[in-house]
């Protein structure tokens, strides 16, 4: 499933998609970071939702927790839609 901006990450593995918007998620953030589970798939834009995955790293992405949600209920490959940056404009 696309995460934005050209990034991946298997359905199956994911357990949680949840907005970045709250101090303990963002906590969460700063935890993974200091740990090496944080895998940053923004390319450098602002983060907007955080991902969790079975394998305990935390996947923060530049796409809402809405899109994404709508991704993860569509069957098949998802690719990024062409105005996908657009989003931080």
Known sequence: ???GFGNAVVKERIIAI?????????RV???ARR???LIDATQGHRTRSVIFADSGQ???SGLARETLTKRLGQPGPV???PDEGAQDA
């Open 35 to 37: 740990t090496g589970r």
């Open 58 to 60: 935390i996947i923060v």
């Open 18 to 26: 949840v907005s970045s918007d709250s101090a303990p998620v963002r």
């Open 29 to 31: 953030i700063q935890e």
């Open 79 to 81: 690719h990024d839609s």
């Open 1 to 3: 499933m696309s995460v």
